[in-house]
């Protein structure tokens, strides 16, 4: 599970609520399953023209996120729990987009987050 772990590029700081999810190997579509010591899940990448859809799922326990790193590029962030908007804000460092939300919150099993960010 090791390599699998590596590859993912998942990275979860339970002191900071701090989600990093950079795969060494990105395709157009990437599907990776992610564990931390709350729970699991799965994150999925899909390229869509110009931008980036980022989705991460809580299949089983919960994970507390007051950060998320991931490729991607571009100025509009558009950040979801489920159905509902909430506000980030972003510090490009590379090819890799910070994602910071002004209050941390919970993800629960069967509940998810996307990030669409486009340039």
């Known amino acids: 599970w090791s390599t699998v ?14 989600v990093v999810a950079t795969p060494r190997i990105l395709h157009d579509r990437f599907n990776c399953f992610w564990a931390t010591g709350t729970g699991w899940g799965t994150f999925a990448y899909r390229r869509k023209g110009s931008g ?36 980030a804000n972003t510090e490009q460092r590379g090819e890799r987009l910070l994602v910071s939300f002004s209050e941390p919150f919970t993800l629960v099993s069967g509940s998810d987050m996307q990030i669409e960010v486009r340039a």
């Open 5 to 18: 772990v590596a590859l993912s590029g998942f990275v979860y700081d339970g002191a900071k609520d701090a």
């Open 52 to 87: 980036t859809l980022f989705k991460l799922e809580v299949i089983e326990g919960s994970l507390r996120c007051r950060s998320c790193e991931i490729f991607a590029a571009g100025t509009v962030v558009d950040a979801r729990r489920g159905a509902t908007a909430f506000h």
